[in-house]
């Protein structure tokens, strides 16, 4: 028992030791696994790697610490001498390794991990740059490139009804920019009238066109609502000569020439019918009626109807007013007071009218398609001229890298044509990716342009332009 005891010790002491050998043996290791500059961590062949590995892989470290920072085109300078630091930095390190038995493979890898550039963000932006042409935006608020062509090409059958009403109470005589309002409204709606599509139904009603505006008249005055051209299609000559049938003399019946309106809205309409309602008058209701109700009324009738009123040249308490019976019809109100508001209201009726819209929205955006596929080219070209200056930068430095290497006979001139090699194929890989990306997204933004082109002639067919 006594021999036993020095035994023990010496098996514990055995077993310490080799734990503490195993111990130094992993930190070792652990070491050796820690990448340096100018090292690689793994001897990967470079050819064996696809365009897509090439583009995905991070900055080299030297490249990070030293150069991405810098803006050639902004700084030539700095970025020069960050560059050149980088490679000085990088021949250093390696000139402390046992380089005599690395492979071109190793050299390659080496090089790359420290010096390359990373292309995944100039590739991203190209991948995800979007082919979209605000400018194209319909007024219902889509993008013309969302819109199907059988949509575009579909055969409108909805029937559009359109009543102008005329207030010829005897404020009308008026001058506005040196001509009466009343000439201006007839002038204004004849035009309106004149570009309404063929298939448009249109009436004119005026009102307050008898008697002198006193007392003595007033009924008579108010009971002169009528329709001077009934409902039906537009024929201009016709049209053209019911408005000299009346000229502005007496009160002013709002409310019964909306009335009258719907009488004809209602016996002419169905489930597929728009109707407008147009209104051009200087001043509130003077015939006792309520001119709101009957807005109210006509939109409990016709549930597709918009009354629409321009107040020209008026007073606060008719601004009110019929700004009120517009907004119980369903429309918009505009008060102007000059020629040309009327005629830029005079535009914006248009643009309310069924086909119409398309008609006015089309007219303006024929040459959008053209200038923003020109817009779309050059930010392509602009990110084309980007990468191909960042695949010249990294050209150059690794062609200096090569050159300071060779110098300090670190690696021969065979060593180096291998090495170059190896380094131009991963090069070319990135610059047909990267030409790749940019000749699909062009060819997108041709496509987009050519569907665009088609559904624009395709509203020119619809509109008659």
Not at 9 to 33: M, R
Not at 215 to 223: Q, R
Not at 254 to 279: G, H, P
Request: include cysteine.
């Amino acid at each position: 028992m006594r021999h036993m005891k020095p035994l023990l010790i010496l098996s514990s002491l055995f077993f310490l030791l080799a734990g503490c050998q195993d111990h130094a043996e992993d930190v070792s290791t652990k070491k050796k696994n820690v990448q340096e500059p100018g090292t690689a961590s793994k001897e990967v062949d470079p050819s064996s790697i696809t365009p897509e590995e090439w583009i995905n892989q991070e900055a080299g470290d030297l490249y990070q610490q030293y150069i991405e920072n810098k803006n050639g085109a902004k700084d030539p300078e700095a970025y020069k001498e960050a560059s050149e630091k980088a490679v000085d930095e990088y021949v250093e390190d390696v000139r402390q390794k046992e380089t005599d038995t690395w492979s071109d493979e190793k050299w390659t890898n080496s090089i790359l991990s420290s010096l390359r550039t990373r292309y995944g963000d100039i590739a991203s932006e190209l991948e995800n740059y979007e082919v979209v042409y605000e400018e194209m935006e319909l007024p219902d608020g889509r993008l013309l490139q969302d819109v199907p062509m059988d949509e575009i090409t579909e055969k409108e059958d909805k029937k559009v009804n359109v009543a102008l009403l005329i207030d010829s109470s005897g404020s009308m005589k008026a001058d506005v920019d040196g001509e009466s309002k009343m000439s201006l409204a007839k002038e204004s709606l004849e035009t309106l009238a004149k570009e309404l599509p063929e298939s448009v139904d249109v009436s004119l009603i005026a009102f307050g066109h008898k008697g002198t505006g006193s007392d003595a008249d007033k009924e008579m005055s108010c009971k002169a609502v009528e329709s001077i051209y009934p409902l039906q299609p537009y024929d201009e000559g016709a049209f053209s000569e019911s408005l000299t049938k009346f000229d502005p003399k007496g009160w002013t019946p709002l409310a019964s020439s909306i009335e009258l309106a719907n009488e004809q809205l209602s016996s002419q309409s169905d489930e597929k019918t728009e109707n407008f309602i147009y209104v051009v008058s200087d001043g509130i209701e003077t015939c006792d009626g309520d001119p709101v109700a009957a807005a109210t009324m006509v939109k409990a009738d016709n549930t597709d109807v918009k009354i629409n009123i321009i107040g020209f040249d008026v007073d606060s308490e008719a601004d009110e007013q019929l700004k009120k019976v517009a907004d119980a019809g369903g429309g918009e109100y505009s008060s102007v007071k000059t020629k040309q508001q009327l005629s830029e209201i005079e535009n914006v009726w248009k643009e309310a009218i069924n086909k119409n819209t398309w008609r006015w929205w089309a007219v303006h955006r024929f040459s959008d398609n053209v200038w923003k596929t020109v817009d779309h080219y050059n930010a392509l070209r602009d990110i084309v001229s980007t990468y191909q200056s960042m695949i010249r930068n990294e050209e150059n430095r690794m062609i200096q890298t090569l050159n300071r290497l060779e110098k300090e006979e670190l690696i021969d001139s065979e060593k180096r044509s291998a090495i170059s090699s190896l380094l131009d194929d991963r090069q070319e890989k990135i610059r047909n990716y990267l030409n790749d990306l940019e000749s699909t997204k062009h060819k997108e933004v041709k496509t987009v342009s050519d569907e665009l082109d088609k559904r624009l002639d395709a509203i020119k067919k619809q509109v008659g332009i």
